[in-house]
């Protein structure tokens, strides 16, 4: 019994050592654990035994403390339950200090971001791998777009906002967003209008409102991705290949190749091209 009421004191919620980690749960919920685990010692110290109920609403709060939990980096808050799995806040800490000292040679680690580190990103002398990163605020890209060292890698992002792709369109090198499995038409209306490269290969398929936008774009455009085009998107990646619309190289995956070639082929017969 005297070990497990230490063990209990032991476990009380320290609030200075989150203070220092820069972590915190909600106040309310903070409060909740503490009471509870006085609950736990005081029925061991009157020999009342532990109650499963009490030990179960402890188990519940923690989780709801898991939860709700968030880390300050930078002068901004990040919920612990939007970081991506197995993500180690100290080394998070650092890079970001570090980037913030003007050191840029782990910024490829990074798995958050907060704006005023952003900001130093954009002056880096180099290409930017931020694979890392899952989300981005438009704020945030803002800042990137303002890159103008190198290119700009994002290939761990799996959608995008139109607010988001609008800022990302300001970007001048090239664009890499591998990740991304679909496309909106007003997302893809953004993105076209960069100028650069733009890497697309996550996709696999394209409405027609997106394959018309995404012609228009003046740059490379990688799309080997894809698995299938209806008739409408292949012909406006048709007249993309005959110098119609847009401009640059276009990379199609082989399913997506003899889709274009068949539309040429219609386009040409019908005399539209």
């Known amino acids: 019994m005297e070990k497990l009421h230490d063990n209990l004191k032991d476990s009380t919620p320290d609030s200075s050592k989150s203070e220092q980690a820069g972590i915190s749960p909600s106040n309310e919920t903070g409060a909740q654990i503490a009471q509870t685990v006085s609950k736990l010692q005081e029925g061991i110290r009157n020999d009342a035994g532990i109650s499963p109920d009490i030990l179960q609403a402890l188990k519940q709060q923690i989780q709801e403390a898991k939860e709700q939990a968030t880390i300050e980096i930078a002068g901004e808050r990040f919920s612990l339950k939007d970081l991506p799995e197995g993500t180690d806040i100290k080394e998070q800490l650092d890079i970001c200090n570090q980037i913030l000292s003007g050191n840029y040679d782990n910024h490829s680690k990074l798995k958050l971001l907060p704006v005023k580190v952003a900001k130093h990103l954009a002056n880096h002398q180099g290409d930017l791998f931020l694979h890392g990163l899952t989300s981005l605020t438009p704020e945030v890209a803002a800042h990137l777009a303002k890159h103008e060292g190198g290119n700009l890698y994002l290939n761990g992002l799996t ?80 007249y993309r290949r005959a110098g119609k619309v847009g401009s640059g190289d276009t990379c199609l995956s082989s399913e997506a190749e003899s889709a274009v070639e068949e539309a040429t082929e219609r386009l040409k017969q019908a005399g539209k091209l």
């Open 159 to 238: 959608s995008l906002t139109p607010e988001v792709a609008k800022h990302l369109a300001n970007h001048q090198g090239d664009l890499f967003l591998d990740g991304l499995t679909s496309l909106t038409p007003e997302t893809a209306e953004h993105l076209a209008k960069r100028q650069g490269n733009l890497f697309l290969s996550g996709l696999t398929s394209l409405t027609p409102e997106t394959s018309e936008h995404l012609a228009k774009h003046k740059g490379g455009l990688s799309l080997n991705g894809l698995t299938s085009l209806t008739p409408e998107a292949a012909e406006h990646l048709a």
